[in-house]
């Protein structure tokens, strides 16, 4: 039932045009003024003449007490907790971390706003921002005790009072929302997780459309794993996709599996390894690849990137912004632990998606 994947090859490298900031990472743990170990996956617009972003932060444990578990030093599998930050920057590089996380983000609080048992909800993290007719929404990821649930949350300019629109079934995450309708619908990127099916892990990007944001249909498959030459396990829509003059721009994230690899982080058996990738959807039909690069666009290179992290080898995008100036700016999670900043001409994204699918 399930198209196969090809073997991916054991060394992959970023697009040439790929420039890491320099001041990589651009925010981390050492930034936040309360409890913080691991600073990752933002989300992040430009809103209001500044760079917003609302980032995952993992506490309560550290990578001695995972190694102290996977040493038999320590019985207690090590917890870590989440919440989520807010920050703001005048350049998307020096940031100013909020004294407290949202509360919202809070897994008790986040129930009673989203009318859930707080019994229900685990966490709440990897969040997406998309400004919709001048109007900030998340997209969020939640653990719940009967599987991983994709949120939709309409906010303010502060990203503060969460309003919960809709919470998809499981097991579905990584969703993103188009800036504006397409032909009449709202329209967003997921990753539903059908493993009855599979086998094993493959998971694919899927596009949804909806006439008000809370009721979603019309479910169509964008891009299959085996389209991938630099993926055998899974792929997820990264970024909210970006409008060019070609269609809209969509970085994604693309996982490969090494059982050869080893541990790979703090956990004890960690073998996958993140990269992402960029692809071009039609204007007017965004379900359609009209384009792709069938190289990874960032591969897992710099010293934050492939070491030191929870988990290693992970490049995992979910801001893409595009200047004026045709500066292409994306932040991604690295290493499962810290923020880095990559950067290209938008020409150069859109001229390395020559593949059909
Ligand atoms: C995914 C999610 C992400 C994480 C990634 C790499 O399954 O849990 O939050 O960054 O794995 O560990």
Not at 96 to 123: I, M, N
Not at 128 to 144: E, Q, S, W
Not at 157 to 175: A, F, G, S
Not at 220 to 235: C, M, N, R, S
Request: aromatic share 10%.
């Amino acid at each position: 039932m399930s198209a196969q994947a090809k073997p991916v090859p054991a060394r992959l490298t970023s697009a040439a045009c790929i420039r890491r900031h320099p001041g990589n990472p651009v925010l981390s743990a050492k930034d936040v003024p309360y409890a913080a170990n691991l600073v990752f996956n933002a989300g992040l617009v430009k809103h209001r003449g500044r760079y917003v972003t609302v980032f995952r932060n993992d506490f309560g444990s550290t990578a001695q007490d995972f190694e102290d578990f996977n040493q038999g030093r320590r019985t207690a599998y090590p917890q870590l907790r989440t919440n989520l930050g807010f920050a703001t920057s005048p350049d998307g590089i020096t940031w100013t971390v909020e004294g407290k996380p949202l509360p919202d983000s809070d897994p008790a609080t986040f129930a009673r706003l989203a009318g859930l048992d707080p019994k229900e909800v685990c966490r709440v993290y990897d969040p997406r921002i998309t400004v919709i007719d001048g109007k900030p929404y998340l997209c969020l990821a939640l653990d719940t005790h009967h599987g991983v649930r994709g949120v939709i949350a309409e906010t303010d300019d502060e990203l503060r009072n969460w309003k919960v629109l809709h919470i998809t079934v499981p097991d579905n995450r990584n969703m993103v929302l188009f800036p504006h309708k397409v032909g009449g619908n709202f329209v967003r990127l997921e990753r539903p997780f059908p493993v009855y099916s599979r086998g094993r892990d493959r998971f694919d990007i899927w596009l949804g459309r909806s006439p008000d944001l809370r009721y979603w249909g019309d479910h169509a498959l964008v891009l299959g794993v085996e389209d991938v030459p630099f993926a055998d396990d899974k792929l997820g829509p990264a970024a909210p996709p970006v409008l060019t003059d070609r269609g809209w721009l969509v970085v994604f994230h693309a996982v490969d599996r090494d059982d050869s690899r080893g541990k790979n982080g703090w956990e004890k058996a960690w073998k996958k390894r993140y990269t992402a990738g960029i692809m071009l959807l039609d204007r007017d039909d965004p379900s359609k690849v009209i384009g792709m690069s069938k190289q990874p666009l960032i591969a897992p290179e710099a010293p934050y990137e492939v070491a030191g992290g929870f988990r290693d080898h992970v490049i995992f995008p979910c801001g893409l912004i595009v200047e004026p100036s045709g500066e292409a700016k994306i932040w991604y999670g690295a290493g499962d632990a810290v923020i880095g900043l990559a950067t290209c001409h938008v020409d150069q994204l859109i001229a390395l998606c020559t593949s059909p699918r």
